[in-house]
Each structure stands twice: as structure tokens, then as C-alpha cells.
């Protein structure tokens, strides 16, 4: 069985295509390709509130160019979803009509709430040490969902408008800042001895930046956005071979770790480079078993 995720978000559109493979009880997702689009809808959206026409008809490109490589690898289900951006945008329901009409892809706005329990599906915890508290931590260009959970089970779960485009665009409230800050030193205090676990591009670059294992720690977190956060977007570039789309909304990604990690008392980051879409592939196999 070949299944496909498609995520529409605020700074990349991307799709992830799968092989489902049984061996017995166990079920193994095999990539048989992942595909990233830099489309920004965030810069139209968090300072416009729309998406405008040049990005509009992008988003129209991607999705038909989604479409056709489904068709190449003949798959048999998919799973669509839109986030922050198009959560915001006045006219993101319109373009996703649009886009129905065009190329017959079904694409669903979610809620920050379903965002972060899709990317629960991963079941991360379930590979960890069932005696610690881990905090998932998924930060977009939007949004940041966090999870919080302890011997598998989810204790908190909540999605805040704080992205990496919305830092870049000036668009964060001081009040969400401030309400994560609490949510977290309540956090700390309930559940001692916290680690984290991060998805995402950026933290995965951030990884490969500073080592080849799967952890890192607040102050290795703390040492690169000090190093990077004086230079221009050039100079990070050309210092870690960085593209100009991911140069740019690096540092406030880093920035948002280091504040959640320093709010929350925690000393280590596991980066095991999953996101939003390898979340939407194990809901989606969820889906087709229950049919």
C-alpha cells in the first residue's frame, strides 16, 4: 500500500510518499520520496491577512505538481492539510475550493489542536524511557505545538502562534509569548527533569550543524543562535551552506527553543528528524485500517 502526506505550511509545502510494508505484527513506512517547496504563504498572510496573487498561484503549482508525482507512484491513499497561514488567511478557504476544482486534491485547514495530535501519531514516546517526561516540541513558521507526556500518555497538548515567519514579520503578541512562559513553568514545576523532543527542518539543520548524533543541549542551543543571530543572512550562508530560505527563519527557530527549553528547566533536545508529515502518514494508515 502507497500512501501520501501533503503539508501546506507557512513557510514550505511539502509531501511525503510511503510504502506501507508487514512483517508480521510490525508495520514499517518505507520513503520512497519526500519533496520540499519553499512557497513563504506566511509573509503574505501574517502582514496582509490574504494570500496574494503571485503566491496563490504557486501554492496552485505545488499542489498540481503533488498531484502528479501521486500519480507516478500510483498511490493509493492521501492526506492533505493546510496550517497557520492558511488558518489566517481571509481567502484560504477560497484557494483550497479553487484548488479542488483544478485538480480534485482535497485539502483540510486544520486546527493548531489537531496539528499537534497528528504529530503525536508518531508515537516517539513509545521508543523512550518510559520512567522520564518528554516535551514534543513542532515549531513551523506559524506555529508552536507542544506535547507534553509521561509513560505514553499525552498530560498537555497546545498549539501557540509563535512561528518562525510570524517572529520574521514582527507579527508575534508579547501576551502568547508570555502564555507560553507560564504553561511552561507550570510544566517544569508538575514534571521535573524534562527532555525534549523537536521536529522540524530547522531543528534538524540545527542538528546537522553541530553534530551527527540525534541530541542536543540548551547551551549548545544557546551557542549557535549567539553565533548566528549578529550575521546577516548571507553570512550564514556562506558559514553552514545554508539555502537563503532556510537562513533567514534559522535564528528566530532558535530562538524559540532556547526560550521553551530555558522556560521549561530542560537540559536535552532528541531530534529523531520527523515532522508534521510523517505524523499525517501513520493518521492516515490509522484512517485506512478503521475503514
Not at 160 to 186: C, H, P
Not at 230 to 255: N, Q
Amino acid at each position: 500500500m502507497i500512501l501520501a502526506a501533503i503539508d501546506i505550511g507557512s513557510n514550505a509545502a511539502r509531501i511525503l510518499v510511503c510504502e506501507v510494508i508487514k512483517n508480521g505484527t510490525e508495520v514499517h513506512f518505507e520513503k520512497l520520496n519526500l519533496l520540499r517547496i519553499p512557497l513563504r504563504l506566511g509573509f503574505d498572510v501574517f502582514t496582509k491577512g490574504i494570500v496574494g496573487a503571485k503566491k496563490k498561484k504557486m501554492l496552485n503549482n505545488t499542489v498540481k505538481t503533488f498531484d502528479q508525482l501521486m500519480k507516478v507512484y500510483d498511490v493509493d491513499h492521501y492526506m492533505a492539510c493546510a496550517t497557520s497561514a492558511m488558518r489566517d488567511a481571509s481567502n484560504g478557504q477560497e484557494i483550497i475550493n479553487e484548488i479542488k476544482q483544478e485538480t480534485d486534491i482535497e485539502i483540510e485547514i486544520i486546527s493548531g489542536q489537531l496539528e499537534a495530535e497528528i504529530i503525536y501519531e508518531n508515537h516517539i514516546a513509545e521508543l523512550l524511557n518510559d520512567s522520564t517526561s518528554y516535551l514534543y516540541i513542532d515549531v513551523g513558521g506559524g506555529s508552536t505545538e507542544i506535547t507534553l507526556y509521561h509513560n505514553s500518555k499525552v498530560k498537555f497538548q497546545k498549539s501557540y502562534n509563535i512561528g518562525t515567519v510570524r517572529i520574521l514579520t514582527d507579527m508575534v503578541n508579547d501576551d502568547v509569548w508570555q502564555k507560553l512562559k507560564i504553561d511552561l513553568k507550570e510544566i517544569a514545576k508538575n514534571y521535573p527533569g524534562i527532555e525534549a523532543i523537536g521536529s522540524g527542518g530547522n531543528i534538524n539543520k540545527i542538528l546537522s550543524i553541530q553534530r551527527n548524533d540525534s541530541k542536543l543541549n540548551y547551551k549548545e542551543i544557546k551557542q549557535i543562535y549567539n553565533e548566528l543571530s549578529p550575521l546577516s543572512i548571507e553570512e550564514r550562508m556562506d558559514l553552514y551552506i545554508l539555502k537563503k530560505d532556510r537562513a533567514d527563519v534559522i535564528v528566530p527557530a532558535l530562538l524559540i527553543y532556547y526560550n521553551i527549553m530555558k522556560w521549561a528547566n530542560i537540559e536535552d533536545i532528541n531530534v529523531p528528524k520527523i515532522g508534521l508529515v510523517d505524523g499525517l502518514i501513520h493518521h492516515l494508515y490509522e484512517l485506512v485500517l478503521a475503514d
